[in-house]
Antibody
Framework: QVHLVQSGAEVKKPGASVKVSCKAS????????ITWVRQAPGEGLEWMGW????????DYAQKFQGRVTMTTDTSTSTAYMELRSLRSDDTALYYC????????????WGQGTLVTVSS | EIVLTQSPGTLSLSPGGRATLSCRAS???????LAWYQQKPGQAPRLLIY???SRATGIPDRFGGSGSGTDFTLTISRLEPEDFAVYYC??????????FGQGTKLEIK
C-alpha cells in the first residue's frame, strides 16, 4: 500500500532554513507528482507548490516563490521541501501529498511535519 | 487568482441527519476539477471526492459531490458519528494552480 513518511519535527530560529523530507513507498515514485501543503495552528490548508517527479519541473505558489525549493531523489523515492528565511508565521504543520491519477487532486498524504520558528 | 469560499463556516447537525456543504469559486473551475477532503483533529486530510463527483477509494456512498462552474456541493446523507470533522474543497487550474477553501466544520448538535 501507498505510504508517505515525513521527517520529524523541527525547531528553527527566524532567518534560518528548514528542509523537510517525504519518503514514498508502495508505488512507482516517478509516476506521480508530489505537492506540499501547510497548515498553521488552528488554520486551514495552504498549497505551497508541487513537483513533477518524472520531469523534475516545479510550480510554486506566488507567496513562496524565491523562498521555497522542492526537489526529489528518485534513487531513494524521497521528496524534499526547503523553506528559507523563516519567520514566526511559518510555524505550521507541513504535509506532502501524492497527486492522484490525473494529477488534479491529492490522494495520499504524509503524516505531517511540525516546523516551529521561534527565537 | 481564484478564491474558494466555503459555507457555512460551522454546521451543527445530529447523527442520522443530512449535511449540505457549499464551495463557491470566484471564477469557473477548470473542467470541474474540484475535490473534497475530510480532516479530523490530529490527522492529515483524507480525500473524499475528486473531479466534482467521483468518490475516492474506500469512501462510503453516503458521501456525494455535485456542481459545476463556480458552485459545488458536498452532501453527506445519514450522518455517522465519525463524519463530524472539518471539510475542505480544493480546485485545480487557475493561478495558483491549486487552492483550498477555508473549511467547514461539521459539529454534533
Amino acid at each position: 500500500q501507498v505510504h508517505l513518511v515525513q521527517s520529524g519535527a523541527e525547531v528553527k530560529k527566524p532567518g534560518a532554513s528548514v528542509k523537510v523530507s517525504c519518503k514514498a513507498s508502495g508505488y512507482s515514485f516517478t509516476n506521480y507528482g508530489i505537492t506540499w501543503v501547510r497548515q498553521a495552528p488552528g488554520e486551514g490548508l495552504e498549497w505551497m507548490g508541487w513537483i513533477s517527479v518524472y520531469h523534475g519541473n516545479t510550480d510554486y505558489a506566488q507567496k513562496f516563490q524565491g523562498r521555497v525549493t522542492m526537489t526529489t531523489d528518485t534513487s531513494t523515492s524521497t521528496a524534499y521541501m526547503e523553506l528559507r528565511s523563516l519567520r514566526s508565521d511559518d510555524t505550521a504543520l507541513y504535509y506532502c501529498a501524492r497527486h492522484g491519477g490525473d494529477g488534479y487532486y491529492f490522494d495520499y498524504w504524509g503524516q505531517g511535519t511540525l516546523v516551529t520558528v521561534s527565537s | 487568482e481564484i478564491v474558494l469560499t466555503q459555507s457555512p463556516g460551522t454546521l451543527s447537525l445530529s447523527p442520522g441527519g443530512r449535511a449540505t456543504l457549499s464551495c463557491r469559486a470566484s471564477q469557473s473551475v477548470s473542467s470541474n476539477y474540484l475535490a473534497w477532503y475530510q480532516q479530523k483533529p490530529g490527522q492529515a486530510p483524507r480525500l473524499l471526492i475528486y473531479d466534482t463527483s467521483s468518490r475516492a477509494t474506500g469512501i462510503p456512498d453516503r458521501f456525494g459531490g455535485s456542481g459545476s462552474g463556480t458552485d459545488f456541493t458536498l452532501t453527506i446523507s445519514r450522518l455517522e458519528p465519525e463524519d463530524f470533522a472539518v471539510y475542505y474543497c480544493q480546485q485545480y487550474g487557475r493561478s495558483p494552480m491549486f487552492s483550498f477553501g477555508q473549511g467547514t466544520k461539521l459539529e454534533i448538535k
